[in-house]
């Protein structure tokens, strides 16, 4: 089992907090293989990109879009959103999932957002939540 958590001294990094990705040994750890540490901004991004969203009629069906990220040794926090729709995002494998806007089916909303824009997605260094 390797050691992933330090605080403290790092022998390359200096003095502060360091988690590496999971199966590196912290003390061996490049900045590209820490999870986090208080020398890096947080959610480090390693991919982004962005989708069509489809936008017609209140009721209809989603219409997911296939995202893809390369293989880690993890399964990575995804970031999802749009500025005209709520978006829902599914994760299918370690490295894909899909996003999709939410249907609307409250029938006390009278003022349904609609057309067509453009969703993005960030995939981050961090681990996804449980």
């Keep these: 089992m390797v050691r992933r958590l330090l605080i403290g001294n ?7 907090g360091y988690v590496s990705v999971p199966g590196i040994d912290v003390f061996a750890a490049t ?7 208080t020398q890096q901004e947080q959610l ?3 991919q982004s990109g962005s989708f069509f969203i489809n936008g ?12 893809s990220w390369p293989a880690m040794s993890f399964i990575p926090f995804v970031m ?12 299918l494998s370690a490295t ?10 409250d029938a006390m909303v009278t003022d349904y957002p609609s057309g067509e824009t453009t969703g ?10 449980f």
Aim: net charge positive; no cysteine.
């Design 31 to 37: 900045k590209f293989q820490m999870m986090w540490s």
């Design 80 to 91: 999802v959103g749009s500025d005209r729709y709520e978006i829902v995002f599914q994760y």
């Design 10 to 16: 790092h022998p390359t990094h200096g003095l502060g």
């Design 96 to 105: 894909s999932g899909r996003a999709s806007r939410v249907r609307i089916q």
């Design 44 to 46: 480090q991004i390693v």
């Design 120 to 129: 993005y997605y960030m995939i981050t260094k961090t681990p996804k939540p």
């Design 56 to 67: 017609n009629g209140e009721f209809d069906a989603p219409v997911w879009q296939p995202i």
